[in-house]
């Protein structure tokens, strides 16, 4: 089967879900699950872009939804809080309303300019996590990359390691197809290495990376002007975005660690949280949450789906958020989320 059809099965029986969740929730059913609260996840806030090969389109809300689902959780009366405040919140149990709290990945510049206005609208505090390789101009987004080459190209060959794979790229679905092999080859061996492979066939077809960098990611400057916001504070995102449990120990802590130096010589303050590059079950382990505990943050958030528990949760270096997805941009799906209900339906990833 197509990878584009395989894809929109699988957006179409998530949406049910969330509908079905949705439903459960309206009716005042399993509220147990929400727990405490829920730390939401975005990456990119931004008005639609015109029409374009977009494999990374669950990384991108418009500030229209973001409006309503912010409106959406307040009048269904939840607390937005700051994450730094959640060791105490969560300590605390179940005594006080239900939170919020919200984190954006990557240090995406639509923040400041797109999501910023937004969260000040509605008094929500937020947490941006910088990643240092981006914001210095050293590092380059492979996903970015590959979306932005598939999309320019009608054909395109590479060796991911057994020889040339020859790509025909005419038609959308083959284009998503040749981007979840450059995915499986970025997580299935060394990832700076194929990383500095795919800027080098993008340089070779006249794509340079980290001009891509530079269209999006926010500058040293830019990120103090942020953090200066009192809505406003900034995160460790590590300096290479790898994933951290594929790494020596000694590498991950080092890559935790100077970004957390990064971030304080920023804002003057050493960070108290830290998100984990791709945040998945295969790029982050206990391992990774024992570093950040012994390196002095006190909150580290992956990406697996889920509510923070009252009792009998993971530690606080490794808690879970909800996806705002730019495939599912209905408030009433965000609040469906928040209820804990769709995890406990059907564990998929959101």
Do not use: C
């Not at 990945?105 to 240092?132: E, I, K, W």
């Not at 101009?137 to 190209?153: K, P, Q």
């Not at 005419?170 to 284009?175: A, F, N, V």
């Amino acid at each position: 089967m197509e990878q584009g059809i395989k894809d929109r099965l699988k957006r179409a029986m998530i949406a049910g879900g969330l509908e079905v969740a949705a439903i459960l929730k309206g009716f005042g059913l399993m509220r147990e699950v929400a727990g405490l609260g829920a730390i939401f996840t975005l990456h990119h806030v931004r008005p639609p872009l015109p029409s374009r090969f977009a494999p990374n389109a669950h990384l991108e809300i418009s500030p229209e939804f973001l409006d309503r689902t912010l409106a959406r959780l307040k009048r269904d009366d939840y607390d937005f809080v700051a994450l730094d405040t959640l060791p105490e919140r969560i300590a605390s149990g179940g005594s006080k309303p239900l939170f919020a709290a919200f984190t954006l990945d990557d240090g995406n510049r639509d923040n400041f300019q797109h999501a910023l206005p937004v969260f000040a609208r509605h008094g929500a505090p937020f947490t941006v996590f910088v990643t240092q390789g981006l914001s210095e101009r050293t590092h380059s987004i492979w996903w970015e990359t590959v979306a932005e080459l598939l999309g320019r190209l009608n054909r395109l060959s590479f060796d991911f390691g057994t020889g040339a794979e020859h790509f025909d790229l005419r038609k959308t679905g083959q284009r998503h197809a040749a981007f979840a092999r450059f995915a499986a080859y970025v997580h299935g061996r060394d990832e700076a290495e194929a990383v500095g492979r795919i800027d080098e066939l993008a340089r070779k077809n006249g794509l340079e990376p980290l001009d891509l960098v530079r269209a999006a990611i926010m500058d040293r400057q830019e990120l103090r002007e942020l953090a200066a916001h009192p809505l406003a504070s900034l995160g460790a995102h590590t300096v290479s975005h790898r994933a951290l449990a594929r790494l020596p120990e000694a590498e991950a802590t080092a890559e935790m660690a100077l970004s957390a130096d990064y971030v304080a010589d920023i804002t003057g303050v050493r960070p108290s949280a830290i998100a984990y590059p791709y945040g998945t079950a295969d790029a982050v382990s206990r391992r990774e949450a024992r570093l950040a505990a012994e390196l002095g943050f006190s909150i580290g958030v992956t990406t697996r789906p889920g509510t923070i528990a009252a009792t009998g949760g993971d530690p606080f270096t490794l808690l879970p958020r909800l996806s705002l997805n730019g495939h599912y941009q209905k408030a009433r799906y965000a609040l469906a989320l928040a209820s804990g209900i769709p995890m406990r339906l059907n564990p998929f990833s959101l």
